[in-house]
């Protein structure tokens, strides 16, 4: 008789959340998907949806992933769906983010938020980079997938 292992083979459900959906959330939902899609099924939400910002859409390109295509919704649109991780992207999202039902993974990641840079369009890019780059980190470090 063989040993064997049983993989899960459905997708993890990955919920992003930041205040406005337009940054922080928007620039992780489009990065998990294209890193690691094959494993999540993601999305992203804000508890006072504004919009995605075109500087979001920018920087994201610059590294050959397009969310130009995204959305920038409610975190109420999701309420009573199961997720495996719940992860806020800032303090304020952290503060009033609903309770989700289910068993998952609560996480936050305390990220500046870009939209608030200062400067010219070249130094509020930076900004939007830095932010970009510290993302791609965390999905790395926190959500690559372990075969």
């Known amino acids: 008789m063989y040993n064997t292992v049983v993989r899960d083979m459905r997708k993890k459900r990955v ?9 922080r959330s928007q620039m992780a939902e489009g990065m998990l998907r294209a890193f ?4 999540y099924e993601v999305y992203s939400a804000g508890t006072e949806p504004a919009g995605v910002d075109p500087c979001s859409i920018r920087v994201m390109s610059e590294g050959g992933i397009d969310i130009s295509g995204q959305s920038s919704k409610s975190v109420n649109e999701f309420l009573g769906q199961d997720f495996d991780y719940v992860i806020t ?3 304020g999202a952290k503060k009033t983010c609903p309770v989700f039902s289910g068993t998952h993974r ?3 990641w305390d990220l500046e938020d870009p939209a608030r840079a200062q400067g010219d ?3 509020r890019l930076k900004v939007f980079r830095k932010v970009r780059d510290q ?6 470090k926190d959500l690559r997938p372990r075969q």
């Open 15 to 23: 919920l992003f959340i930041c205040t406005h959906n337009s940054c």
């Open 36 to 39: 690691y899609g094959d494993y």
């Open 89 to 91: 992207v800032c303090d």
């Open 106 to 108: 609560k996480v936050h």
């Open 121 to 123: 369009e070249e130094e």
């Open 135 to 140: 993302i791609k980190e965390r999905i790395i």
